[in-house]
């Protein structure tokens, strides 16, 4: 009998294909299971609105699956969609209450979700405009709309943000699949620590038309599941080029090839590389630099990562430690807090087209203070930075010498896999210079803590536009590991 909060996309299409599942009854059961776990009194608050047509979605299906014989790779697939991309019948709020007027157009990602068969099931609770709005101590999975997620392997922990509902979503069996956005480790970051596999893209791998907007140098959206294979077959629907976003066009020219002058077709299904019982042959950099964002007397984090090292010597992989980068922390927050202007005002004002009444990023400051007991539980001390220190014109002389010195570190990054012909690297956290740099990377579960029950996860980064090795790499991992983690009873105090 198949438990339906926990199948795969590969074993729900089965039972599709024997008719002992109906698209229907399966949207039901994770309604079903959001009403018992997520949206009650006490329950994880991962998501923050549900779609009126999802049932009429997967009516449609069914009746096209038995008119038809047709089933597309995302086919009666339950999928959440975080708070700040655009979807169709359901508002855009990245968590704010300033904006629970915009229903707006749907984001090209979205589209390709759901041309694919996907059933947008909801939105999912995130941190208040993807961590960008305060210092103040506004926890990661709070918003003014949606309240506070929790971690459903443990109450009482962080449960990491910003696509804190996406990924929690994920964890309790809430939709088989989930879409998050990165900035600097939204994607990454709560995919760990919830113990399932997140995906963040190599910059213009997939298009960021239709997402509320941090930074255009380094957004991306990306896919979170609960294995390898229904994150890669999220990124091959999700990962295409869209007229509308100049980063997606940009990874199209960077594959030309000047001898045949056309451009070399970039291989967006991930499935492919799928395969591979050993790591023999495969050079794997291990970072333990400073950026490592754990504490370094977590015993049992360390001795998992030193276990996860032997095992992937012990199947033929070669290991190259103690390699080093650079976090360039300052370097980051400069672009991010004058683009965050610029980015914000260009979404509103073509929103406020066919939405929200929010026409700037001043407007929303001003919507806040008019409403603070409901909206600044925490504050609005980022908003206020970028609108009184940024010119929202990206003519600042500091945001431009932080454009090239995020140049210089690609080709540092660049060099580092060419000197040690790395296929990947590999971390026992989240680390910065992969979304400072546009370079992919991903996140698997790996166990989990006796301690407190919480997840245990190795994060991977790739050449740009590799995601296939990595991929490659961190299935093979999986199937080794064999690890499979469900947040059945949750630790309510510690």
């Known amino acids: 009998m198949i438990d339906i909060n926990y199948a795969s996309i590969r074993e729900l299409h089965a039972a599709y294909r024997t008719g002992s599942l109906t698209v229907k009854k399966v949207v039901l059961a994770h309604l079903a299971r959001i009403a018992k776990v997520d949206s009650c009194e006490g329950g994880l608050k991962s998501v923050i609105e549900i779609n009126p047509d999802a049932i009429f979605t997967a009516k449609a299906l069914d009746h096209e699956w038995?008119?038809?014989?047709?089933?597309?790779?995302?086919?009666?697939?339950?999928?959440?969609?975080?708070?700040?991309?655009?979807t169709h019948m359901m508002r855009t709020c990245a968590g704010s209450l300033s904006l629970m007027d915009n229903y707006t157009f749907e984001a090209q990602v979205v589209k390709y979700l759901t041309d694919a068969g996907a059933v947008i099931i909801g939105k999912a609770n995130m941190t208040e405009f993807a961590n960008y709005m305060s210092r103040d101590g506004m926890p990661n999975g709070y918003s003014s709309r949606g309240g506070q997620t929790l971690c459903p392997y443990n109450h009482e922990k962080d449960a990491s943000g910003s696509s804190t509902g996406s990924a929690v979503g994920v964890a309790a069996g809430l939709s088989v699949a989930s879409l998050g956005t990165e900035t600097s480790g939204s994607?990454?970051?709560?995919?760990?620590?919830?113990?399932?596999?997140?995906?963040?893209?190599?910059?213009?791998?997939?298009?960021?038309?239709?997402?509320?907007?941090?930074?255009?140098?380094?957004?991306?959206?990306?896919?979170m599941a609960r294995s390898v294979t229904d994150a890669a077959i999220m990124l091959s629907v999700i990962a295409n080029s869209d007229i509308l976003d100049e980063a997606t066009l940009a990874v199209q020219a960077s594959r030309w090839d000047s001898k045949e002058y056309t451009t070399i077709p970039i291989e967006t299904d991930y499935t492919k590389f799928l395969e591979g019982r050993n790591?023999?042959?495969?050079?794997?950099?291990?970072?333990?630099?400073?950026?490592?964002?754990?504490?370094?007397?977590?015993?049992?984090?360390?001795?998992?990562?030193?276990?996860l090292c032997e095992m992937l010597k012990s199947n033929g992989a070669e290991i190259i430690d103690n390699l080093e980068m650079e976090p360039r922390y300052a370097t980051r927050m400069t672009i991010m807090r004058c683009e965050f202007k610029a980015?914000?005002?260009?979404?509103?004002?073509?929103?406020?087209?066919?939405?929200?009444?929010?026409?700037?990023?001043?407007?929303?400051?001003?919507?806040?203070?008019?409403?603070?007991?409901?909206?600044?539980?925490?504050?609005?001390?980022?908003?206020?930075?970028?609108?009184?220190?940024?010119?929202?014109?990206?003519?600042?002389p500091a945001y431009i010498e932080a454009l090239l010195e995020r140049e210089r570190a690609i080709d540092e990054m660049d060099s580092l896999f060419e000197k040690h012909?790395?296929?990947?690297?590999?971390?026992?956290?989240?680390?910065?210079?992969a979304p400072f740099t546009g370079f992919p990377s991903m996140t698997i579960p790996t166990g989990k803590r006796e301690s407190n029950n919480m997840p245990l996860h190795a994060s991977w980064t790739a050449r740009r536009l590799d995601e296939g090795k990595m991929l490659k790499v961190a299935y093979i991992v999986e199937q080794l590991l064999n690890v499979n983690l469900r947040p059945d009873e949750p630790i309510t105090s510690v």
Not at 280 to 297: P, W
Not at 372 to 382: I, M, P, V
């Open 66 to 86: 038995r008119d038809t014989g047709e089933m597309p790779p995302l086919f009666g697939i339950p999928v959440l969609v975080k708070d700040n991309i655009n």
């Open 187 to 223: 994607i990454i970051s709560p995919a760990g620590v919830n113990g399932v596999v997140g995906i963040k893209p190599t910059l213009g791998l997939v298009s960021r038309h239709g997402i509320i907007p941090i930074s255009s140098t380094f957004d991306t959206a990306g896919p």
């Open 279 to 307: 790591l023999r042959g495969i050079r794997i950099g291990i970072n333990r630099d400073k950026e490592l964002i754990i504490a370094k007397d977590d015993s049992e984090k360390v001795a998992a990562f030193d276990r």
């Open 343 to 396: 980015c914000m005002n260009g979404y509103l004002r073509w929103a406020s087209n066919r939405g929200t009444k929010m026409r700037s990023l001043m407007d929303i400051i001003e919507f806040n203070q008019a409403n603070a007991q409901a909206t600044l539980k925490y504050g609005q001390s980022l908003l206020l930075e970028a609108e009184n220190k940024a010119s929202g014109n990206l003519t600042e």
């Open 421 to 433: 012909s790395l296929d990947v690297l590999m971390g026992d956290a989240f680390v910065y210079i």
